[in-house]
């Protein structure tokens, strides 16, 4: 029975189908009729064209992805149901050993339709919880999130960091400030992450301060790196650089065009009392050093940021991504590794595997995959939701 209190969004015959099959997103180009005014961040009830109840979820006017489903369900959810999702999630990195652990205390707790709750981002730093709502519908249980967080946490948690300005910005137009919304925090601001300690900038940082996607290629970088001369490009504040070099690397290069994030890397360096001599920051463009001989380095690392947010900027982020990989193997030594990543959601695996083999081919080099690398499991992948896998990553050995 349609609720009257709240908007109702009939869908267009034959557009359900994917909402059947629990996909969150139903796009604007999917709605046959809105009843009521829904406004940004509001609840929509959403039926199929014949009338049968399809779910709920949160309306976001004037953007490409319409609504978000929160549930599939009858009812709206309640309190109680947000309590429930929160606990959920924050199991899951209980199991995964990442809460309770004396060489980590750092992990994605919430990573959106992953874990049930399309528009949120919540990732934990040593008791600071930073906060990005990415609908305007997610921002508006801003508090009640608090309270979930804090009731699932119990002391653990200090305090959380609300910085959604620039997401809601980019979805919906919500105005909203960065701040402190529950707590108070902490005067460190480092975390700490399989034994390396970082500072976290989630003030001014990018995304919520630190990339905690690349935990375990971080990781697997340190296996590979004693003795070894390692060139980190796109460094950001040098996550892969510490990893380097507490595994014995000879030297490590960070390069990034930001001076605050080679700044934070090199504070990050003396964090971890590391020799700052065995340690180089370059400000530099990498497209422009790329181009440079770089056949000293034994490896290299490629992460750069997104070059495709949506699929419409999908063939330029391959040209981007073929241009810089390009670039490195036909400078390469034998006998070296790259490793090479994209995290554009818009470029899957295959088309990324396939553009690394087009520029190996054009750099005619020999060039072997010996790992295929993703995002660790506190970034879980719903089985229904699957544009949420987007890390790939690549660790070849160039010959």
Known sequence: MNNPSHPIITIKPKRQESILRRHPWVFSGAIKKVEGKPGAGDWVKVIANKGALLGWGHFSPGTSIAIRMLTFAEDKPDDQWWMDKIKEAISVREMLGLIESDTNDTCRLVHAEGDGLPGLIADFYAGVLVIQCHTPGMHNVIKLLCSAFSEALGDKLVAVYDKSSKALAKHGGTVSEDGVVWGKMPVEHYATEHGHKFNIDWEKGQKTGFFIDQRENRKLLGHYSKDKKVLNVFSYTGGFSIYAMKAGAKEVHSLDSSARALEVCEENVALNSLNIDE?????????????????????????????????????????????????????????????????????????????????????????????????????????????????KGLVLRVD
């Open 279 to 391: 340690h180089k920051s370059l400000q530099e463009e990498a497209v422009a050093y790329l181009k440079s001989d770089l056949s000293e380095y034994d490896i290299i690392i490629l992460d750069p940021p997104a070059f495709a947010k949506r699929a419409s900027a999908r063939h330029a982020a391959v040209q981007g991504y073929k241009r810089i990989n390009l670039r490195a193997i036909e400078s390469m030594k034998p006998g070296s590794l790259l490793f090479t990543f994209s995290c554009s959601q818009a470029v899957d695996e295959k088309l990324f595997t396939n553009t690394i083999i087009a520029a190996s081919i054009q750099a005619n080099r020999t060039v072997r995959i010996l790992h295929r690398l993703t995002q660790p499991a506190d970034h879980p992948v719903s089985a229904f939701h699957p544009e949420g896998a987007y890390l």
